[in-house]
């Protein structure tokens, strides 16, 4: 049987993932055939496995680091917020319906059979299982019926490690303040503090970590610096949504909607010498880039009449008819369309719903129950203009949308995609389909496709093409590897992780567990 660690945090945002991240990389490093798992993730950032099942992006990546391939297990219960009181509810991969946070809490309960089973299926397959809780413990209006923090520690008798934020300012408030709103059966899990996104001379600080362990009784596992690892964010909390373009040879900007979701996918384009992506959500911000991407988004209705509303839908039009290239992907695609209809009020929430598109590309999307759940490979098809550097590029990714889009007379589709599912519930265990996917019409094109831009040469072509336009080029262009980049960041995240945390206490709590 596996042992486990779970690594918890004062709030939201103080590095939980990263850490876990790190973690399954250390351990794997050492030998140990190791899984990640967090029982509830709210996020609008997933992903589909090889047998069409969603699950969190992040236990993706820490299922990455540790080398081992993502499954729904890993990742039981997905939150994905649909609107301001309500999110769509992923059970083990599938959608089970959309519920207000009062009903999901009533809800829940029936869950913990579902995170029990799929927690001891990877208790069972690895040696170590590095378990992410949600927020903080310490929310004490939460903390009945709890599944993701305490509640999950006891269920899995997995020990703790408490990490606090100090770039965000009262570290030692945080670690001693939720320690003391645990109840004492509680405290017993807590078995080390972390101190994170360190900045400066660790002997200042040290002092202050001396006191903390005396005050909480807790040793300090580690004082862990603030990690230039360029590992995939959480949430849209993520530093990325904030970056600028100055200096940059290209400039890229995406449309931040309100439900902006998997704003990964342009990740690789942060990768690459002189160019910069940045997120916008004003007219004043757009500028004039040399690209503008309408990304996915978990309510394309809304967020496309937010648009309209506030002027960025005008803003784009005007730019597509000055010839800057537009690209959409998910949702962003269904928008760009003729008319978009929910008769069954799916999105909108009122049935015999239609919108007007932007008109972008001749097509016109139909929102279904069904969401569509598939990993794809394929081809670009051969394209004019600006987008001519994709023409036959292969790509592979995943597809995760509930609407359906018809192209309409004369439409020609971007790519041609062979679609391979493994269902558990089919006796063929595997099946592949041919199909077209997306559109395109002169400086304008949208796919369903999520990362697209990360097979070899995609991205680079691109960005070649758009400099081009500008008379520049890429200095010393190669297929930029995004895998082989990605494990590059894991390696330097785990260095970093060992040289700050206290290996030999933490091996020593896997050990003695609870």
């Known amino acids: 049987m596996a042992k486990a660690i779970m690594i918890q945090g004062t709030m939201s945002n103080a590095g939980k993932s990263l850490i876990a991240a790190g973690l399954c990389r250390i351990f794997r490093q050492d030998g140990f055939r190791t899984a990640p798992f967090k029982s509830q993730n709210m996020a609008l950032n997933s992903y589909i496995t090889s047998e069409g099942l969603e699950m969190g992006r992040a236990q993706v990546v820490q299922a990455q680091a540790a080398g081992v391939l993502p499954e729904a297990a890993m990742n039981p219960i997905l939150l994905k917020p649909a609107n301001d009181v309500g999110s769509q509810v992923i059970v083990m991969g599938k959608p089970v319906g959309t519920m207000p946070a009062r009903e999901y809490f009533q809800y829940k309960k029936k869950l913990v059979p579902v995170i029990r089973e799929a927690y001891e299926k990877l208790e069972r397959e690895y040696d170590i299982i590095v378990i992410e809780g949600a927020g903080s413990p310490a929310e004490i209006n939460l903390k009945q019926d709890d599944i993701v923090n305490m509640g999950m520690a006891r269920m899995a008798k997995a020990p703790v490690l408490l990490a606090g934020d100090i770039d965000r300012g009262g570290v030692f408030a945080q670690l001693y303040g939720t320690v003391m709103l645990l109840e004492e059966e509680e405290r017993r899990y807590v078995k080390g503090l972390i101190i994170n996104k360190f900045r400066g001379d660790r002997t200042i600080l040290e002092p202050g970590a001396d006191m903390i362990e005396k005050l909480c009784q807790i040793p300090v596992a580690g004082i862990v610096p603030y990690i230039k690892a360029d590992i995939e964010d959480e949430d849209s909390l993520s530093s990325r ?274």
């Not at 395109?440 to 758009?466: M, Q, R, W």
């Open 241 to 514: 949504l904030s970056s600028r373009a100055e200096g940059a040879l290209l400039d890229i900007a995406v449309i931040r909607f309100p439900r902006l979701s998997n704003f990964t996918d342009f990740n690789v384009f942060s990768c690459i010498d002189g160019v910069a992506v940045r997120y916008v959500e004003r007219t004043s911000e757009l500028a004039q880039p040399d690209l503008i991407i309408l990304p996915g988004t978990k309510n394309t209705i809304s967020d496309l009449l937010w648009m309209r509303q506030n002027g960025l839908e005008a803003a784009v039009l005007k730019a597509s008819a000055a010839g800057i290239p537009i690209l959409g992907i998910c949702g962003g695609y269904q928008m760009m369309g003729r008319r978009l209809r929910d008769s069954r009020g799916l999105e909108s929430g009122t049935e015999n719903t239609e919108v007007r598109g932007m008109g972008l590309l001749e097509t016109e999307t139909e929102f279904e129950e069904e969401k569509m759940r598939t990993q794809v490979t394929g081809t670009f098809e051969k394209l004019p203009g600006i987008f001519s550097a994709l023409s036959g590029k292969r790509i592979s990714g995943y597809e995760i949308h509930m609407g359906r889009t018809r192209c309409l007379a004369g439409a020609k589709s971007l790519l041609k995609l062979s679609e391979c599912q493994k269902r558990e519930e089919e006796e063929k265990p595997e099946r592949i389909f041919e199909k077209p996917d997306g559109c395109f019409k002169e400086n304008v094109c949208g796919t369903y496709v999520h990362g697209i831009f990360d097979a070899p040469g995609v991205a680079e072509s691109l960005a070649e093409v758009l400099l081009a336009k500008k008379g520049m080029s890429l200095s010393n262009r190669q297929n930029f590897d995004y895998s082989a980049y990605r494990e590059e960041q894991f390696d330097l995240l785990a260095g970093e992780l060992r040289k700050s945390l206290d290996m030999d206490l933490i091996y020593k709590i896997l050990r003695e567990g609870i």
